[in-house]
């Protein structure tokens, strides 16, 4: 449990707002080379793994980036302003910090609202300590990219920290990678880039690998907090089947395998409709012409936040069920 929260830590923390993803890829490589039997990053940055079998082809998707903020402008006085990589609540930016690639860091702070006036990012600025314009543009440039400086909290079963979505989803593919021991299927791990805008990665890996299956690993939100939405998710409930979002309806074969494959390994699994949000398998499942896809989840709260929260249980097995699933007859379609 202690290495794979050192893990966790190292590839949570690890820079790489949507678009800057190299960095989580190098890292990613030196934790799988060895055990798979090709390694290639393609043109859009994807990094795609190949463990060989006999059998069908399956696509393992999970995102390599993390929302964040790319600058805009950088006014007289050193202040940057900057526009959303991703879904990005202005609310809980306010007060919090974010870094640069070049470890430069700022706080994000506000203009004054009247009375009854919403946040909006527009009104929104980083202020990375700079005395003035010429001061800020030897640290940062227009076109810079930031993410959410903060380490990983361990609270015991619980972790928090920033980009849980969706690295976590990463380190269950290294780790599956790592324990998968009689694969039916050959398996083409995809660390994809650019999902938070619009699953990017998704659709030109899908494309080029040309799965029979497709399964992606996100995270997904939970109904477990006090007067939170109404979901039947769980923090430690287990890893989710998915049933359907706003990018994918699973395939119905695809849901009965998993759960099936879950319940003969006595793994915990909850069943997932997440009715706001979708995930890599939205673009997988539309490629050429159409690959059955499924989803599993991890729980996670304070999903787009500096703060998400997810349960070390639900990691372990994830990864029991995704090695399973790989070590499992796929269904006829
Ligand atoms: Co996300
Ligand atoms: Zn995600």
Same mark, same amino acid.
């Given at each position: 449990?202690?290495?794979?929260?050192?893990?966790?830590?190292?590839?949570?923390?690890?820079?790489?707002?949507?678009?800057?993803?190299?960095?989580?890829?190098?890292?990613?490589?030196?934790?799988?080379?060895?055990?798979?039997?090709?390694?290639?990053?393609?043109?859009?940055?994807?990094?795609?793994?190949?463990?060989?079998?006999?059998?069908?082809?399956?696509?393992?998707?999970?995102?390599?980036?993390?929302?964040?903020?790319?600058?805009?402008?950088?006014?007289?006085?050193?202040?940057?302003?900057?526009?959303?990589?991703?879904?990005?609540?202005?609310?809980?930016?306010?007060?919090?910090?974010?870094?640069?690639?070049?470890?430069?860091?700022?706080?994000?702070?506000?203009? =004054?609202?009247?009375?009854?006036?919403? %946040?909006?990012?527009?009104?929104?600025?980083?202020?990375?300590?700079?005395?003035?314009?010429?001061?800020?543009?030897?640290?940062?440039?227009?076109?810079?990219?930031?993410?959410?400086?903060?380490?990983?909290?361990?609270?015991?079963?619980?972790?928090?920290?920033?980009?849980?979505?969706?690295?976590?989803?990463?380190?269950?593919?290294?780790?599956?990678?790592?324990? %998968?021991?009689?694969?039916?299927?050959?398996?083409?791990?995809?660390?994809?880039?650019?999902?938070?805008?619009?699953? =990017?990665?998704?659709?030109?890996?899908?494309?080029?690998?040309?799965?029979?299956?497709?399964?992606?690993?996100?995270?997904?939100?939970?109904?477990?907090?006090?007067?939170?939405?109404?979901?039947?998710?769980?923090?430690?409930?287990?890893?989710?089947?998915?049933?359907?979002?706003?990018?994918?309806?699973?395939?119905?074969?695809?849901?009965?395998?998993?759960?099936?494959?879950?319940?003969?390994?006595?793994?915990?699994?909850?069943?997932?409709?997440?009715?706001?949000?979708?995930?890599?398998?939205?673009?997988?499942?539309?490629?050429?012409?159409?690959?059955?896809?499924?989803?599993?989840?991890?729980?996670?709260?304070?999903?787009?936040?500096?703060?998400?929260?997810?349960?070390?249980?639900?990691?372990?097995?994830?990864?029991?069920?995704?090695?399973?699933?790989?070590?499992?007859?796929?269904?006829?379609?």
């Amino acid at each position: 449990m202690k290495d794979l929260k050192a893990l966790i830590e190292k590839i949570v923390t690890a820079y790489g707002p949507t678009g800057s993803e190299n960095h989580v890829a190098e890292l990613i490589t030196k934790e799988i080379e060895p055990y798979v039997d090709s390694i290639r990053i393609d043109p859009l940055g994807n990094l795609i793994a190949v463990k060989k079998a006999e059998g069908p082809k399956v696509m393992l998707a999970a995102h390599m980036d993390e929302i964040g903020i790319m600058v805009t402008h950088i006014d007289d006085k050193g202040f940057l302003r900057f526009a959303p990589l991703g879904g990005i609540n202005p609310n809980v930016l306010l007060g919090t910090r974010c870094v640069f690639a070049n470890g430069t860091r700022g706080v994000y702070g506000s203009e =004054r609202l009247n009375p009854g006036e919403s %946040l909006t990012l527009a009104k929104m600025y980083i202020d990375i300590g700079a005395k003035d314009k010429e001061d800020a543009a030897q640290k940062v440039k227009i076109g810079d990219s930031a993410g959410a400086d903060y380490p990983m909290v361990d609270l015991g079963d619980r972790l928090v920290s920033k980009a849980m979505d969706d690295r976590i989803a990463c380190v269950i593919l290294i780790e599956t990678i790592k324990q %998968l021991k009689n694969p039916k299927v050959e398996s083409h791990f995809v660390f994809t880039v650019q999902e938070e805008v619009g699953l =990017r990665g998704a659709r030109t890996s899908a494309y080029s690998v040309d799965p029979d299956y497709g399964i992606a690993i996100d995270v997904t939100r939970t109904g477990d907090t006090p007067k939170g939405i109404t979901m039947d998710v769980s923090l430690g409930e287990g890893p989710t089947v998915k049933v359907r979002d706003s990018s994918i309806l699973c395939h119905p074969k695809m849901i009965a395998f998993m759960k099936e494959v879950a319940e003969k390994e006595e793994i915990p699994y909850q069943l997932e409709i997440l009715e706001a949000g979708g995930t890599d398998s939205g673009a997988i499942h539309l490629t050429r012409s159409g690959v059955p896809s499924g989803v599993m989840s991890i729980a996670c709260r304070y999903i787009h936040t500096p703060s998400e929260m997810i349960d070390i249980n639900d990691v372990t097995n994830g990864i029991k069920l995704m090695t399973k699933i790989l070590e499992s007859e796929f269904p006829k379609i």
